[in-house]
């Protein structure tokens, strides 16, 4: 199987499995989304996916390393997924 998103930078065999759970199956779909929204689908279908996913998505969409996302780009990743959490708990 040629998987596309397994050709992303940071996403592997598990994390494409993911994303196609939550009815992403290419990188357009990915970017249309975004990593925060990305890893919220994965999280809320009951994977257990940790923080780390989330800098892998958005790695992917950077094509860096998830190591390599500067921490101020994380810092701002989990602010936005801390507001969305918020606002669902509202």
């Excluded at 993911?18 to 994965?42: C, E, F, M, Q, T």
């Excluded at 390599?68 to 969305?84: G, M, S, W």
Aim: proline content about 1%; overall charge positive; hydrophobic content about 40%.
């Amino acid at each position: 199987m040629n998987d596309e998103l397994q050709h992303l930078k940071n996403l592997g065999k598990t994390s494409a499995q993911w994303l196609h759970a939550v009815g992403i199956h290419s990188a357009s779909d990915l970017r249309r989304l975004g990593a925060v929204d990305a890893y919220r689908a994965v999280r809320t279908r009951g994977f257990r996916a940790s923080k780390v996913l989330l800098y892998a998505i958005e790695g992917a969409l950077m094509d860096v390393h998830w190591n390599d996302i500067p921490v101020e780009r994380k810092e701002a990743l989990n602010r936005q997924l801390d507001a969305l959490s918020a606002r669902q708990k509202n």
